[in-house]
Each structure stands twice: as C-alpha cells, then as structure tokens.
C-alpha cells in the first residue's frame, strides 16, 4: 500500500515538473506571438535540453530546502521556494550574455522565468487544495498541553488547508482525558498512553513551559523516536523573532540565541530605503492618473481642495506633513469642537470607539469611497518621494498620541512610518490602539523585506474585500 506521506511528496514533485512544463510552453507560444516566427524557425533545440537539466536542479534544490515534505507556515513555504528560484536563475543568467545568443532566447529565457514565478506557486496550491479535497493532504496533529498556547497554537494551524494540518487532540500531561471547546470546535483530550497508539505518520506539536519541557526530555526523545516529527513552540513571547539566530555549541546541549533587531543596521534601512523609492517610482504612472481624477472628483462635490495635510510624527521624532485626499467637509473640525460643547450623543461615541465614528456624518460623498477603498491614503506616496514616510510601516501618529505609545514609541521612531503596514491588515478602523501599537512594535522588531512584499499582498486583499474601513 503507498503511504499517504509519499503521495503528499510525490504530488508537490509534480506540481513543480507540471509547472515547468506549462512556463516553457507560454514562453515558446508568446516568443512565437512577439518575433513573428514558428518555433522551428527559433533554431532553439537545446532549450528543451537546458530546461529539462533546470527541472532536475529545481527538485534539487526544492528537495534540499525541505520544501517537498516539511510543513511550514504558507508565507515561509512561499519565501524558501522563490529563494530557490532566485538561485537557479541567477545560474542561468549566463545565458543571457553569450554573445552569439540572439533576441528570440532572450525573450524566451525572460518570458520563462517570469512565468515560471507564478506558476510553481499557483499548481502547488492547486495540487496541495486537491489533495485536500479527497483528504490526501491532511495531517495528523496532536498537540502535547493545555493551555493558552496550545489553544492559540491550534487556531493558527487548523485553519489552513494548505499547511495541511489536521488537529486531532489535546494531550494532558496529567492523565486526564476529557474534551475543550476552541472557537467553534470540541477537541478531545487524550493522555500520553493514548498519543502513543496514534499512528506513525503523525506530527506531534509541543506547547509546554520551558520548565515542562526540561522536565520531559525522556518523553520527548520517546516521541521523535515515534512519530515523524516533533515541533516545539516555545515560551518566547516579545522576542523578536525574525532576527533570531541558533547556535549550537558542538558535543554540548547548550545553545545560543542571538537576537537581531534588522532594522538597526543601516545596509537594512537603506535596503527597505531603495524598495520603497523603486516601489513608489513603478506605481506613479497609475497614482497619478489616479490622483488627477480623484481630485477632480472631490472638487466638483463641494468646490474645495482635495488634498489636505495633517502633521504627523516621522522617524526620530521628526515632524512632517502627511498628505490625504480630503474624504469630509471643511468644517468638520468646526463640527466636532461644537458637538463636544453639547456633550453630543455621537461626541460620546466617538470617545468611546476610540476616537473613531463607523458613521461620521462629516463625511462626504466621494470620502466615503475614498475610505472603503483607502484611496484617500494614496497622496501619501508624495511622502515616500520625499523621503519622509514608507510603503509599508507603522502607521503614521499624531503628536497627541506620543504619550500613549508607551515603551512602543522607541520602535516607532527607528523608521519612516507607513502608508500600510500591519494595523491596516489586521482590522484597520476596528483594531484598538493598544492592538495598534503592539503591531506596529513586531513589525519593526521583526522587519524582512519578504515581510513588506507579504504586507503589500495582504493589503491589497484587505482592499479588495474592503474589511475593516470606515
């Protein structure tokens, strides 16, 4: 009988082998479309030779990465297989700069890559949802604790059909057996004589105390020596993460955590410096058509400017002017001081909602699009042009609310803040100030660029399904 994680392998093998196939195909019938020519014509015979010896260095590498048979969170899974991409084409790169290689190669190698970036993840994630469907992808989890972190440990891991995992139960330490309900959900608890009945094939997931897990090491050699893997989560809250580096120290059981804060160098800050200035340059032809029009909009409403400033807390405490399109009235402030006079009954929502209305009646027409879509942040790319804000970073604070930013306010200050960023991803208008700073402090704390890519992506689904804007 084939074991079901060989078929979870060999599916993703297959994935990639097809993806290739299909980015070779596109890229020979557009180099066709583009130079007027069939592929006989191409005199490109050795390309089939060249992408077959590609496929085979791709599973290398793939296979050398984990990436056909360790889970992984889908962001990071996505992060290490463009890596292998970008290593096997700057191996190629070459082939670009033989001097008897013409325009039709050129165009073909360019076209193939370009697709080839796409295609791996989209048949991946095909294949992987597949399997799901006909319950071949799942796997089996238990998860060793009863606590918070092994009940947030399973909000993070059952949801997602492509890390594959399947929560089976709860195991308790203490022996005893009974059920919990998580969300919507009953899970069993099991205790340990249980776990070691489950099949092989199972992942095991440990969400104990740094004091438990020194108390159990036995117990967890046991469980490795078992089940296909065991993962640890540990107790390491507030660290930042991102920037964590192990080392071990040979023939010792001791090891050392190094703890990097990425943004504190300045090769970092310049690099994130250059991919937003890059960024903003690529989104300027569509910005402005855009802003010419949005403008244009504002101004027949209600024959006022457009675009406003507002002054906000920059990088190192500077002060600078933030530009918005204008989405209310010209006297909102008018509006707002008059209201607070009369302890108005929509002042008192305003307070209590943390200085936010879900219905402001100040608003206008065109600003109540502007908002839903987040277009009224879009003049903010004037800022990233001049040196004073970022495509993705904290979201740019008042001075009033400096004194409420607390220990966050040193993070704060060691970058240019954002036009998105974490706070707008995770609910935006519907997320606490608290949650707010505790977001905008693990982004600095744990700044990739991969981290900003993921943010823009995610951005642009949060504008899509318009969640959490008012």
């Known amino acids: 009988m084939i074991k079901k994680t060989h078929i979870q392998k060999y599916s993703v093998i297959a994935a990639d082998i097809i993806a290739v196939f299909i980015s070779y195909y596109w890229a020979t019938q557009f180099t066709n479309f583009y130079h007027g020519t069939s592929y006989h014509q191409l005199n490109l015979h050795h390309w089939p030779w060249l992408k077959a010896l590609d496929l085979l260095m791709l599973i290398m590498l793939m296979w050398h990465r984990q990436l056909y048979f360790k889970r992984r969170p889908n962001w990071e899974d996505l992060r290490l297989t463009y890596r292998a991409l970008i290593t096997l084409f700057l191996i190629n790169l070459p082939i670009l700069f033989i001097k008897n290689n013409h325009g039709n190669a050129n165009t073909l190698f360019i076209f193939f890559w370009s697709s080839l970036f796409l295609t791996i993840p989209i048949i991946r994630s095909s294949i992987k949802l597949g399997l799901s469907y006909l319950r071949l992808w799942q796997r089996n989890v238990y998860i060793v604790g009863v606590n918070e972190e092994a009940f947030a440990a399973y909000k993070l891991l059952q949801p997602s059909r492509l890390l594959g995992y399947d929560v089976k139960a709860l195991v308790d330490l203490k022996f005893q057996t009974r059920s919990v309900k998580i969300g919507n959900s009953e899970l069993p608890i099991i205790d340990i004589h249980q776990l070691f009945t489950k099949p092989k094939d199972s992942e ?25 893997s065991v993962v640890i989560i540990p107790e390491i809250k507030g660290l930042p993460l991102y920037g964590i580096e192990v080392n071990p120290f040979f023939g010792n059981e001791q090891i050392l955590m190094r703890l990097e804060n990425n943004l504190s160098s300045r090769f970092n800050r310049f690099i994130k410096y250059c991919f937003d200035l890059i960024l903003a340059i690529i989104v300027f032809p569509v910005f402005a058509v855009i802003l010419i029009l949005v403008s244009f909009l504002i101004y027949i409403e209600d024959k006022n400017k457009p675009i406003f400033s507002q002054i906000r807390v920059g990088a190192d405490g500077k002060l600078f002017k933030c530009f918005k399109f204008r989405t209310m009235s010209v006297d909102a402030e008018a509006i707002m001081k008059k209201w607070q006079t009369e302890n108005h009954p929509i002042y008192q929502e305003y307070v209590l909602n943390n200085f936010k209305l879900k219905n402001d009646p100040r608003i206008t027409k065109i600003g109540k699009f502007l908002r839903k879509t987040s277009l009224d942040e879009l003049p903010q790319v004037l800022n990233v042009f001049l040196g004073q804000m970022s495509m993705v970073g904290p979201r740019p604070l008042i001075p009033s609310e400096i004194k409420d930013y607390h220990e966050g306010l040193f993070y704060y200050q060691q970058v240019r803040p954002g036009i998105t960023g974490l706070w707008q991803i995770s609910g935006r208008s519907e997320t606490s100030f608290a949650d707010r700073c505790r977001l905008d402090t693990w982004y600095v704390r744990n700044w990739t660029l991969w981290a900003d890519v993921v943010i823009l992506i995610k951005t642009f689904q949060t504008l899509v399904l318009r969640h959490g804007a008012y």
């Open 204 to 228: 095991i997931v440990l969400c104990l105390s740094n004091k438990s897990l020194a108390a159990h090491t036995k117990l967890i050699n046991h469980l490795q020596q078992y089940f296909l």
